[in-house]
Antibody
Framework: EVQLVESGGGLVQPGGSLRLSCAASGFTFSSYEMNWVRQAPGKGLEWVSYISSSGSTIYYADSVKGRFTISRDNAKNSLYLQMNSLRAEDTAVYYC???????????WGQGTLVTVSS | QTVVTQEPSLTVSPGGTVTLTCASSTGAVTSGYYPNWFQQKPGQAPRALIYSTSNKHSWTPARFSGSLLGGKAALTLSGVQPEDEAEYYCLLYYGGAYVFGTGTKVTVL
């Protein structure tokens, strides 16, 4: 059974940092591209970042470019999102999502809440 | 900034049919945007329904179908069930970036 479990969320002050993790199981993690998607309270979904299966190709949304860093450790079956210089508008539930065939997002984690507030 | 627009809300009767659309501010949506569709219920993570315009996941009910319609991506629900009441999002690929649609709230009444 495919499982994606996010962790690392919490309350952080503006300007602070946080590192999110996504633990993958039930599939060959190193064969799949992965994404981070977020959802602010009461708002829609927003794509945040993409990483290829090897980690050699990375993309970011303009809203997080220069502040967030996506990475992965295929030996540990884990995906990460390092978030620096956090702002109030970064407050959201952060989901990791697996990308399967033909740019299809198939499996999602349950999400982890990040709250940026003083 | 690219905007992907969906109908804010739609209402459908049980057993009825409803079509949701997904439009791009850059022009017509084609198969090259690899449209995805997701269903999200309150307090839950999104659930994937359709990928690459019209392909279903193994868990996608047969009553859901995807297509291209008049320059937009479309999701059609046929024989709507009460449990289909949810928010629906499309996702388009722009070559190095993805953009989610604004979302459609489907009410089954």
């Amino acid at each position: 059974e495919v499982q994606l479990v996010e962790s690392g969320g919490g309350l952080v002050q503006p300007g602070g940092s946080l590192r999110l993790s996504c633990a993958a199981s039930g599939f060959t993690f190193s064969s799949y591209e992965m994404n981070w998607v977020r959802q602010a309270p009461g708002k829609g979904l927003e794509w945040v970042s993409y990483i290829s299966s090897s980690g050699s190709t990375i993309y970011y949304a303009d809203s997080v470019k220069g502040r967030f860093t996506i990475s992965r450790d295929n030996a540990k079956n884990s995906l990460y999102l390092q978030m620096n210089s956090l702002r109030a508008e970064d407050t959201a539930v952060y989901y990791c999502a697996r990308e399967g065939d033909s740019y299809g997002y198939d499996y999602w984690g349950q999400g982890t809440l990040v709250t940026v507030s003083s | 900034q690219t905007v992907v627009t969906q109908e804010p809300s739609l209402t459908v009767s049980p057993g009825g049919t409803v079509t949701l659309t997904c439009a791009s501010s850059t022009g017509a949506v084609t198969s090259g945007y690899y449209p995805n569709w997701f269903q999200q219920k309150p307090g839950q993570a999104p659930r994937a329904l359709i990928y690459s315009t019209s392909n279903k996941h193994s868990w996608t009910p047969a009553r859901f179908s995807g297509s291209l319609l008049g320059g937009k991506a479309a999701l059609t629900l046929s024989g709507v069930q009460p449990e289909d009441e949810a928010e629906y999002y499309c996702l388009l690929y722009y070559g190095g970036a993805y953009v989610f649609g604004t979302g459609t709230k489907v009410t089954v009444l």
